[in-house]
């Protein structure tokens, strides 16, 4: 190491950048880089959300459809072979209620659940939820076990 690879310690020197609009001597006077006129130049400028020059926006020019039921209940869905997966990894042996279920994070604390009945069940379980499809407590009962409704 001598003086000619010396370097300043790493994040120590900081690039302090262009000083515009300090007078016509920095070379960055007038204007301030910003240009002539224009909503761009002055201060306190920021453009609009969506905002294209006076032309209309897309979200205006587009038409609204659809429609959005407010009394919709909206219910997370458990699956019978997810249920059978947690009996063969040992995380559930023969019952499973909403805390279980909460706890093993297949469900949310504010969620209503429901079981769908995708996949087989071969170990009786009880089961107890907020809904059931036919097809997920024919297959509950077929297996020995019960679906309670919570």
Do not use: C, W
């Not at 300090?22 to 880089?33: P, W």
């Not at 905002?51 to 869905?77: A, D, S």
């Amino acid at each position: 190491m001598d003086l000619s690879n010396l370097k300043p310690a790493e994040g120590s020197v900081k690039n302090q950048g262009k000083r515009v609009g300090r007078g016509q001597g920095s070379g960055k006077g007038g204007t301030a880089t910003r240009g002539h006129k224009g909503a761009k130049s002055r201060s306190g400028y920021s453009k609009k959300l969506g905002f294209e020059g006076g032309q209309m926006p897309l979200q205006r020019r587009v038409p609204k459809f659809g429609f959005k039921n407010i009394n919709r209940v909206e219910y997370q869905g458990i699956n019978l072979d997810t249920l059978q997966q947690l009996v063969d990894e040992k995380k559930i042996n023969d019952s499973v209620d909403f805390e279980a279920l909460v706890s093993l994070g297949k469900a949310g604390k504010n969620d209503l659940v429901k079981i769908l009945g995708r996949g087989e069940l071969k170990s009786k379980l009880t089961v107890t939820a907020h809904k059931f499809t036919a097809t997920a407590k024919a297959a509950i009962e077929a297996a020995g076990g019960e679906a309670v409704t919570l």
